[in-house]
């Protein structure tokens, strides 16, 4: 896996009471990471459940597994 570079293009939907947000590799316009922001109230375990969700979509589409 390579480093993606610092900028990249994002789109961002309302789900429900959360902000999903997607970032592009610009390298070739695939889908590299996701976000998802305006979780729940910091500290709480869903809060840290969902960060865990975004920070592990983004490495499954970065190609990490395990």
Known sequence: MTDLPTR??????TV?????SVGFDPRDGK???????KRAKP?????GHLY????AAS?????EHG
């Not at 429900?16 to 999903?20: L, R, S």
Request: proline share 6%; charged share 20%.
């Open 43 to 47: 500290g709480t375990d869903l809060d």
């Open 31 to 37: 889908p590299c990471e996701a976000f998802i922001t």
């Open 59 to 63: 490495k499954l589409m970065q190609g």
């Open 16 to 20: 429900g009471p959360f902000i999903v």
């Open 8 to 13: 990249r293009h994002q789109i961002s939907e």
């Open 52 to 55: 865990d969700l975004g920070v």
